[in-house]
């Protein structure tokens, strides 16, 4: 994993255990003003997830033994008010979301910047469901209090 660096832009912790959409994700969200954390595993990703990232952004399915959920958890435990955009092919998640977005794969990269909201500055949260609603290109499918289901149109 890259280290953190202590750069004013928002931080996002990147899990994703493919190597191009990882860079992909990586680069997009630099392109938009964030300072992208990405992570190649699970495990990866929860050794450093004290740090204060600013939102996570995260697989649902890892090769290894901590999962997306895994990884979700502990953020959420560390940072509750903190953005999540969860990424998977299933169609739906298996159940209620604790928080944040889904996102089914193949999804467009930039479409995910703008899932996150505008870059601010470090420790400013400026994405909620409401903020995701009016993505343009994204259908918002559900959206309640534990959570909302995004698809792209």
């Known amino acids: 994993m890259d280290s953190i660096s202590s750069s004013t832009a928002p931080s996002i912790l990147i899990v994703e255990d493919d190597a191009q959409a990882r860079e ?3 680069h997009t969200l630099t392109e938009a003003g964030y300072e992208a954390v990405p ?4 495990e990866d ?3 450093p997830i004290a740090a204060e990232f600013d939102r996570l952004n995260c697989v649902i399915e890892l090769p290894d033994r901590a999962e997306g959920w895994e990884v979700d958890t502990t953020f959420s435990f560390i940072w509750p008010d903190r953005p999540v955009v969860y990424a998977s092919a299933i169609s739906a998640p298996p159940g ?3 928080k944040g977005v889904f996102l089914r794969k193949p999804f467009m990269v930039a479409m995910l910047a703008r899932a996150f909201g505008p870059a601010r500055t470090k420790g400013t949260v400026c994405a909620g469901s409401a903020a995701l609603a009016t993505c343009k ?9 534990a959570g909302s289901f995004v698809h792209l149109s």
Do not use: E
């Open 45 to 47: 990703a929860l050794d």
């Open 24 to 26: 992909a994700i990586a």
């Open 96 to 98: 209620p979301l604790p």
């Open 137 to 145: 290109n994204l259908t918002v499918t559900r959206i309640k209090p």
């Open 39 to 42: 992570a190649t595993s699970g």
